[in-house]
C-alpha cells in the first residue's frame, strides 16, 4: 500500500537549520510530483514547497524562499526538505505530498512530523 513517512523533526532554536525527509513506498515515486505543506495550531494548512518528478523544477512559498531547500533521490525513494534560519513562525507539523505527473485524483499524504523553533 502508499506510504509516506516523514521523519527529522524536532526541537530546534531560532536560526538553527533542520533536515526532513519523507520516504515513500507503494507507488512509482519517479513519477509524482512531491510537495511539503505545514499546518501551525490553529492555522489552516499551506503550501511550503514543490519538486518535479525529475527533480528539476523547484517552487517556494514566499515566506520560506532563500531559507529552505527541497530534493529528491529517486534511486531511494525519498524527498527532503532542508530549513535553515529557522524562526518561531515556521513552527508547524510539516506533512510531504504526493500527486503524479499526469491527471489523476491520487493525492497521497503523510502522517506528518512536528517541527518546533524556540529558544
Known amino acids: 500500500q502508499v506510504q509516506l513517512v516523514e521523519s527529522g523533526g524536532g526541537l530546534v532554536q531560532p536560526g538553527g537549520s533542520l533536515r526532513l525527509s519523507c520516504a515513500a513506498s507503494?507507488?512509482?515515486?519517479?513519477?509524482?510530483?512531491m510537495r511539503w505543506y505545514r499546518q501551525a495550531p490553529g492555522k489552516e494548512r499551506e503550501f511550503v514547497a514543490r519538486?518535479?518528478?525529475?527533480?528539476?523544477?523547484?517552487s517556494y512559498a514566499d515566506s520560506v524562499k532563500g531559507r529552505f531547500t527541497i530534493s529528491r533521490d529517486n534511486t531511494q525513494n525519498t524527498v527532503f526538505l532542508q530549513m535553515n534560519r529557522l524562526k518561531p513562525e515556521d513552527t508547524a507539523v510539516y506533512y510531504c505530498?504526493?500527486?503524479?505527473?499526469?491527471?489523476?485524483?491520487?493525492?497521497?499524504w503523510g502522517q506528518g512530523t512536528q517541527v518546533t523553533v524556540s529558544s
Open positions: 505530498n504526493a500527486v503524479p505527473e499526469w491527471a489523476s485524483s491520487a493525492n497521497y
Open positions: 507503494g507507488f512509482t515515486f519517479s513519477r509524482y510530483f
Open positions: 519538486i518535479n518528478s525529475f527533480g528539476g523544477i523547484t
